[in-house]
């Protein structure tokens, strides 16, 4: 999904720097040409010699190269590159970068380069939480710059906490969720629905089911890398968006989804809900925790409003609506009808009957159905693969 990008990874003096070997593989397997920079501190916690194998490029980290006495010109390495992404980034560079100063070739390349810049910091987590550092993180943002999270954690100092830099799988999955894949739905507004729902019972309990959420995350951020707008109304749970282009509101029951969905539909180019809405909430819920009473307890359930069925009314003909079906028996045919039923222009059949598709699970298996009957099977993929399935199937029909 980097095919093709041209990244310089600046490398700073952190602890952190030992995992930049397992980062750049990682991102030249997903198709980058990666050039190192690292400052003379890095070079304590990581050779250049490592770098330089796996990137297959000499590492540069001064302005003169020592063996040849050549000029290492960091105006066209700025030029050159379409990401620069400074992983690890210590507290002292991301001082002199929201500074302008300019005492390395790493700061130098930083100041020439015109491509977007990630910047992963590494700290302590005292050095992180300092108005100082929080400052200059926010004068990077205010230029431009892209700010990945910290992880929380055991750090070099032995305390625990905020500062730990990314996992590098984390880091090259934020670098291609904020990359533009296409420019193909731009000034699209994208709405799309996630996880689960909980229909509360008393303060305590509450009925839910199985879903991550992931299907849903890797859709909207799929939307958002062909350049749409997307707001993702999101059920409880423990994910993040990656994309910062992506407006999140979060929900609980299927009643505040379907206020807050219906709200934002009439300004929808393209909905897609995938939520795994609750059929049935409690008739009443409880204000007091229930105590414990009897061998038996009997909750009265009442349907709720579907959301899908809802939209499908509403749609005017400019709209598009995609709907989810998760079947177990006449897969195709309860699909289907749910298809015309709901008005909707694609149905995404998911698959409870191929090991490693469904809930729970980093991977699905889908079929897509449109209002002509024709399905499209795919293979069991990744959810972020199917996701691209998904999104490229809504631009060719935009486009057709
Ligand atoms: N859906 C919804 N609102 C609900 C229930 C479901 O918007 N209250 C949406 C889901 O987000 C999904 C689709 O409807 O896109 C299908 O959900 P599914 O549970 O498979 O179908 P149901 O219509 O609920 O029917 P059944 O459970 O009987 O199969």
């Not at 020592?66 to 700025?78: A, P, Y």
Request: charge should be positive; aromatic fraction near 6%; proline fraction near 3%.
């Amino acid at each position: 999904m980097l095919k093709n990008k041209k990244i310089i990874l600046g490398v700073t003096g952190s602890i952190a720097a030992y995992k930049t070997a397992t980062l750049i593989r990682l991102l030249v397997k997903e198709g980058a040409d990666v050039k190192v920079v690292m400052t003379d501190e890095a070079k304590n916690f990581i050779t250049p010699l490592t770098l330089s194998t796996l990137s297959g490029h000499p590492v540069l980290s001064s302005f003169v190269s020592n063996t040849e006495g050549e000029w290492n010109n960091h105006v066209s390495l700025g030029l050159w590159a379409d990401i620069f992404l400074i992983a690890p980034a210590s507290a002292n560079t991301i001082g002199k970068m929201a500074n302008g100063i300019c005492d390395n070739l790493l700061l130098a390349v930083y100041l020439s380069a015109r491509c977007k810049t990630f910047v992963a910091p590494a700290m302590d987590m005292d050095m992180f939480a300092h108005p100082a550092t929080q400052n200059n993180l926010q004068t990077l943002r205010n230029y431009g710059n892209v700010i990945l999270p910290v992880g929380h954690g055991e750090l070099a100092s032995g305390l625990s906490g905020a500062g730990r830099m990314l996992e590098p799988e984390d880091i090259v999955q934020f670098v291609i969720q904020n990359t533009k894949a296409t420019e193909k739905l731009k000034g699209k507004k994208v709405l799309v629905t996630a996880g689960p729902t909980y229909e509360n019972i008393d303060p305590v309990r509450f009925i839910g089911n199985h879903s991550s959420g992931r299907m849903g995350f890797a859709i909207a951020e799929e939307f958002a890398r062909h350049g749409a707008d997307v707001t993702l109304i999101s059920g409880p749970t423990e994910l993040n968006e990656l994309n910062e282009k992506i407006k999140r509101l979060d929900v609980t029951s299927a009643e505040e989804m379907y206020e807050k969905t219906v709200k934002h539909f009439e300004k929808t180019d393209i909905a897609v809900m995938s939520a795994a809405v609750a059929d049935y909430a409690p008739e009443k819920v409880s204000i007091t925790k229930i105590k414990k009473s009897g061998d038996e307890l009997h909750l009265k359930l009442r349907k709720t409003k579907d959301i899908l069925a809802e939209l499908g009314r509403m749609k005017t003909k400019k709209q598009m609506l995609i709907g989810f079906a998760l079947e177990t028996d006449n897969e195709i045919e309860n699909a289907t009808k749910k298809l015309r039923a709901k008005n909707l222009d694609f149905i995404v059949l998911n698959s409870l009957k191929t090991k490693g598709a469904g809930f729970k699970h980093q991977t699905n298996k889908i079929t897509i159905i449109d209002r002509n009957g024709i399905k499209t099977d795919y293979k069991l993929k990744s959810k972020s693969e199917v996701a691209q399935d998904i999104v490229h199937k809504v631009i060719t029909a935009i486009h057709a």
